[in-house]
């Protein structure tokens, strides 16, 4: 089974930028579709932004021009590039796949807080 840790949260100011990362235990090359979720205090979890295996990718509108995905496949690594960051981007940040998602297994995440 697939293991993730995402990792790269923190502190940071409005307008301030955050890279998160999601390391992945097996080639992410044979992933067909790897995302990035948040979900925010009294909040549901939503879809932040989702690469494919050919990297094509979309994201929430709410995020859209703000943030970036990418994926390193020699490292088996997806990254969120965020930037533009507003007080409402501040949730815990999770990276999964569906395969693992549709069994209701999550990573730990990370947090990231956008204040002042």
């Known amino acids: 089974q697939v293991q993730i840790v995402e990792s790269g949260g923190g502190l940071v100011q409005p307008g301030g930028s955050l890279r998160l990362s999601c390391a992945v235990s097996e080639s992410i090359f044979s992933i067909a579709f790897i995302a990035w979720y948040r979900q925010a205090p009294g909040k549901q979890r939503e879809l932040v932004a989702g690469?494919?295996?050919?990297?094509?990718?979309n994201y929430a509108d709410s995020v859209k021009g703000r943030f970036t995905i990418s994926r390193d496949i020699s490292k088996n690594t997806v990254y969120l590039q965020m930037n533009s960051l507003k007080p409402e981007d501040t949730a815990v940040y999770y990276c999964?796949?569906?395969?693992?998602?549709?069994?209701?297994?999550w990573g730990k995440g990370t947090l990231v807080t956008v204040s002042s």
């Open positions: 999964n796949t569906p395969l693992r998602l549709n069994k209701g297994n």
């Open positions: 690469i494919t295996n050919t990297a094509s990718t």
